[in-house]
Structures are given as C-alpha cells and as structure tokens.
C-alpha cells in the first residue's frame, strides 16, 4: 500500500516550493550528511548545502517537484516514502527531515522505524507536525461546528493522521527515539486566546502553536 493516499497533481500552486528558512536553526552545525522527505522542489536541502555544505539527499512523490529537486540536491528519490526506504543506504545520514509529512502517510510509524537503520551514530530527526488542537481550529469545532478541510494548513484535506503535542511526544516516545528538543511554531496572534489561557493559569498553552517541531534521536 502506498504511504499516501492523495494525488500529488491535486497539490495547490506553490505546495512544493517552500524554502522553510525558519527551520534551519534546527539543523546541527556538524551535519554532513541529510536526507530529507518530501523536499518538495528541494529548496530547504539546497539551503542546507549552501550555508553547512551538507551532502543533501531528497525523497519526493511528486515526479515533477523530484525532477527539480534534483537540479539541486545529491541525490532525488522520486517515489512513496516506505518505498524509497530500500534505496538509502543504511548508516549513511546525520540529519532525516520530515516538514510537515507524517501527517500525510498512511504509515508514518514504519517509516519512523524504518528510518532509524539509515542514520548515523550521532544522527537525529527534525520534524515539523501539525497541531489538530491548533486554537483557531478548535474554535471553529468547538463553537462553530466547523471541520472543514482545505487546500492547505492544518486541515489539509491530504492529512490523513493527526498528532497534537502530546501524541507526537507519545508517538516518539513509543517508537523508541528520545526527544532532544520540543518547540511550538507560527503562535495564534488572538487575544481571546490570552485571556482565556490566563484565566485558565496556562492550560491552553498547548493551543497556542500551529506547528510542533521536534528534534529526537534513536535509543
């Protein structure tokens, strides 16, 4: 079975372009070597190469993305995610990135596992994942109804698994990797959120963020 369900083409203009610079400073500065999945046009890793001269190498479903990809990057797999696993050779990365792609697997659990026999002693993953109990969309259920996917965000209609901090803190844990570190991205800006996480003494903070991103490293 395939690790995901939704045709590439249906993506919207611009979903494979994403340069991500904001996650860079996640990137260790030792790191030789990277492989990241769902590089999409291969904008982050080639970034990668220009500022740590990485060997950057990319895992892209999108033939068309993957084709760009590979203009730029060591090395492009142009296949599903579990599929491409017997293409990377064991032992060999410093750095697997997943920005924003678990979500979208059938399996990400098996590609978590399986990923772990290609990293070096030393290497981690950096992850980023959709918050479901983002605040803006848990007003929109909560006091609207609403559960209406779209295009692109947290609701993508493409997500087909869904973690909030706390799951993705259990999913790692279970899987037996250690989380290094654990960080909120792209905050709501609502002062109703404000005030309502202060008269709740904070314990909404976990709505807060639209992202998690994670750093873990196998046991």
Known sequence: ???ELVNP???PTGYYENERGEMLRFIPDTTSTTLEFGC???RFSSLLKETLHTESWGVEIDCQAAAQAAKRLDKVIASDAILALKDIPNGFFDCVIFFDVLE???DPYSLLNGIKEKMTEKGIIVASIPNISYYRTMVDLVIRGNWDYKSH???DKSHLRFFTRNSIVKTFDELDFDIAAIEG???TSSRSF???NALLIGRLKDL???HYTVVAKPR
């Open 153 to 155: 965000g947290v609701l």
């Open 194 to 196: 404000k005030i309502l």
């Open 9 to 11: 083409a249906d993506r």
């Open 185 to 187: 991205m792209h905050a």
């Open 40 to 42: 999409g046009i291969g």
């Open 208 to 210: 807060r963020y639209k």
């Open 104 to 106: 979208h697997l059938v």
């Open 1 to 3: 079975m395939a690790s």
